[in-house]
């Protein structure tokens, strides 16, 4: 079992970037595929970044691309979002989710698919 900590997110102008952490403990966090997803008031939950257990894989969603950049840490056992230019519509808790990873190095993009989770830091992007 793993226990994951968010951290990192505030209030930002828009063009401005932050880095969100993710840090794990419980479990060696290379053996877990780990997402990224965010809510905005009123809106359900959805999918931003997601990584292999490796690191070798990423995926992001195409709102993010270009600005987005997720990665990991095996040492730190930490998984990070770097966010550039970021646009009031990013405004949302952002929460990391963790799952077994597959010996595929598959990536998950479904809520439903993530076993673990964090608690949530809040990015507001406001002028």
């Known amino acids: 079992q793993v226990q994951l900590v968010e951290s990192g997110g505030g209030l930002v102008q828009p063009g401005d970037s932050l880095r969100l952490s993710c840090a794990a403990s419980?479990?060696?966090?290379?053996?877990?595929?780990v997402g990224w997803f965010r809510q905005a008031p009123g809106k359900e939950r959805e999918f931003v970044s997601a990584?292999?257990?490796?690191?070798?894989?990423?995926s992001y969603v195409n709102f993010v691309k270009g600005r987005f950049t997720i990665s990991r840490d095996s040492v730190k056992n930490t998984v990070y979002l770097q966010m550039n230019s970021l646009a009031f519509e990013d405004t949302a808790v952002y929460y990391c989710?963790?799952?077994?990873?597959?010996?595929?190095?598959?990536?998950?993009?479904?809520?439903?698919?993530?076993?673990?989770w964090g608690q949530g830091t809040q990015v507001t992007v406001s002028s």
């Open positions: 990584i292999s257990g490796s690191g070798a894989r990423t």
């Open positions: 419980g479990s060696t966090f290379t053996n877990y595929a």
């Open positions: 989710a963790a799952r077994l990873a597959s010996s595929s190095g598959a990536l998950y993009f479904s809520h439903t698919e993530f076993a673990y």
